[in-house]
């Protein structure tokens, strides 16, 4: 079964609001088995509403639209899905009646427009608005099921969810079976050598279905099956991340939407294991990347910013001969970033430390292009470990990628 969501507001289309309300109806949408096929946007315009709603009905076998069922004169949904519909409207009494009570008991004067919010499409089941006055609609015509929700996500998301999923499980949806999705999520790898490595399964699928996603730094894999339970969804669910895991085992790091600094944190914590840092380029993103995480205060004891030369002298004790000077190393070097990693541990007396030292741009630096970059990882006893990184993109993204990398390189550390 498809649907179509079409979201009402100028608001919408100038910017002043972000629409919410469509990330959230396509993830209850797929729990429901139902397919989205189109989204689209409309402004406050009965003539290009309509033309937007004819497209939807034509091509989807649920039409949802969010917004404009408040008591302002440019609130005109119901109007517009009506006409086309070649219905009246009439008013929903308990919905009238809600609204009434409400303003004589905070004792305030209601105006004649609010009525509008109890308007109702000749035939429509009613949609209670437990939130807020607007009454919501569901019709179903010529085939075609329509659902008339409010715009406010905290009056649509309750009518949805308590009110219009019941409705639509007892008249429309008595034969679909339920999606059910799983999520793979990869670092140290980027999209697309991750689908090379599976791009005969991406190629062959049919059910389940395998979507990979980029985001910075690392990828993410959706595996989706419908099914009839939630048991034969796992069987089928089970033997394709098998078949993933047998190729990219070793950059799989969560079966979960959960970033990797939640993963580096829970399982460091989990050990009793304590950690530092050490940031030049990075000025400060990987603490805070890490400290974005709650329960981080057991395993993170601090962190130092060391900018300048200066800085990486007076506060992790690098000589300065190898910092500067004919013949130096340089603060951006495989010895400044142990000596950095090093420093920090020393006087942090954590049991890992990592450093970061490189050139985020946007100009080289001690001669080095830009997106040079070393990472550390010092650990008490062992050998420290440094590393090169060659990273494409502009400022900002030099500086996100080294810390994923970082990140990425603890994970698999603490893995082994």
Known sequence: MKAEMIAVGTELLLGQI?????????????????????????????HRMKEVVDTARKRADI???????????????????AELLGRDISTHRPGLEKIENMFRER???????????????????????????????????DGTVYLLLPGPPKEMKPMFLNVAVPWLKQHVLQDEQALYTRMLKFAGIGESNLEEQ??????????????????????LIRLATK????????????????????????YIYAVADLPLESIVV???????????????????????TVTSVSGVSAMYLGGVVTYTNEMKHQL?????????????????????????????????????????????????SEGKPV??????IAERNKNTVVELLKINGNREMVRVRAVKTVLHRLWKMLKQ
């Open 371 to 376: 997106g040079l970059v070393y990472i550390g």
């Open 198 to 219: 599976l791009k005969d399964l991406i190629a062959g699928q049919t059910d389940p279905t395998i979507a990979p996603y980029a985001k910075e730094g690392e990828v």
């Open 266 to 288: 829970d399982l460091m914590t989990a050990r009793g294991l304590t950690l530092a840092s050490a940031e030049s380029c990075t000025g400060g993103l990987f603490a805070e």
């Open 107 to 141: 004792g305030i004067h209601m105006v004649e427009s609010n009525k509008r919010q109890a308007d109702s499409i000749e035939g429509a089941f009613p949609l209670d608005n437990e939130a807020g006055l607007a009454i919501g609609n569901a019709v179903i015509a």
């Open 18 to 46: 972000v629409n919410t309300n469509a990330q959230f109806l396509s993830q209850q949408l797929a729990l429901l088995g139902i397919d989205v096929y189109y989204q689209t946007v409309v402004g406050d315009n009965p």
């Open 63 to 81: 039409v949802i639209l969010t917004g404009g069922l408040g008591p302002t004169m440019d609130d005109i949904t119901k109007e517009v899905v």
């Open 316 to 364: 992790l004790g690098i000589p300065m001969n190898v910092l500067e000077g004919e013949g130096a190393p340089g603060a951006i070097s495989e010895q400044t970033a142990a000596l950095m990693a090093e420093g920090v541990l020393e006087r942090t007396n954590a049991d890992m430390a990592i450093s970061i030292t490189g050139v985020a741009g946007p100009t080289e």
């Open 227 to 250: 099914s009839d339970s939630q048991d034969e969804a796992n069987r089928k669910l089970d033997q394709l991340e098998s078949l993933i895991r047998s190729r990219l085992e070793s």
